[in-house]
């Protein structure tokens, strides 16, 4: 049997499985993966001057070692798995390609971007929502008792917040323009990626997601976990552009000019 004989053989036989297990060992690579290399550059103190907070770190007494990796725990290995059913059948439906061939380059640059687009209105009306008082205490609440945000952090998060600000505006986008499931695993490792080094507390000048339109570095999402006002976009920042909730942090740059 050649090589995309085995894939066919595979594919039709349990094609969820290869959804959900492709899903749930991208999701992991990047976030466990991106999560240590960020924390060794904390802990070893390798990058001081990217530091953003410089001297400050999390409240150790508020979030708790334990209180930690039991929510990281309960969301990647009991939330967002019983959520692969509903996604997969979605996914059937809008007819979302899960073998060979690949996608070609360009459909993969379009998609890509068209669905960062997606994710990015969705992330920031959601997160917006979510500092409603009404919403806030009950859900988002937990997510900022890092005022002082470390990688992980990204997904320190209430499983509603989890539904709302991740795994709708992450699958929106390749759902609803059925893009192929190789689309979709790159989609979800950029999203990720910018999320972990978003909340890295570090500013590091090698980052990627640097030189994307609107989101001049990581110290932008860290002030929303410092000050807690405004800078609710994710990777984009366009909609606090464009709703003018990036007002305090521009203040908060204008006064670190003058001081
Ligand atoms: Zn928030
Ligand atoms: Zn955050």
Redesign the pocket.
Known sequence: MDESSLIDWVFAHDPFLVFALGFIIVHEITFVGGSLFLAAIDYFDLSPESKIQKGKHPDKETIGFWNCLGLLALNHLVFQPLMLPLTYKIAVLRGMKMNLPLPSVLEVITHVAACLFINEALFYWG?RA??HPLLYRRF?KI??HFHVPVAFSAEYVHPVDNLITTAIPLAAGPLLLGSHMFTFWIITVIRLAEGLDGHSGHDFWWSPFRYFPFRPSAAVHDF?HSANSGNYGGLLLLWDWLCGTDAAYKKFLAKQKTN
């Open positions: 997160h979510l500092h988002h997510h900022h929303h």
